[in-house]
């Protein structure tokens, strides 16, 4: 354990923005899941609307600094070609 103040700060402020990091990760696993559920059902309109909400996920993990824009772009993109793909 750190002595100096500070240190005992940032290992409080560190621990909140991991667990805030962590369940905006875990937010976009789920979204990206229910796509590709309703993908391997073949249910292309359910899979539209899982996209939609998908990508609003995705994009706010972005502007909040969790993903980067290439990594969201990447992510989003796979998802639509394997709707595309029904």
């Known amino acids: 354990m750190a002595n100096i103040k500070s240190a005992k700060k940032r290992i409080l ?20 899941k229910k796509v590709n559920k309703a993908v391997e059902a073949g249910d292309k309109a359910a899979a539209t609307a899982a996209l939609i909400a998908a990508e609003a996920t995705i994009d ?17 993109s796979r ?8």
């Not at 909040?64 to 989003?76: E, I, Q, T």
């Not at 998802?79 to 029904?86: D, G, H, V, Y």
């Open 13 to 32: 402020t560190s621990a909140k923005k991991t667990a805030a990091n962590k369940a905006v990760k875990s937010s976009v696993k789920t979204a990206i």
């Open 60 to 76: 706010k993990a972005c502007t909040k600094g969790v993903l980067h824009k290439n990594n969201a772009s990447r992510k989003v």
């Open 79 to 86: 998802l639509a070609s394997s709707i595309n793909k029904i």
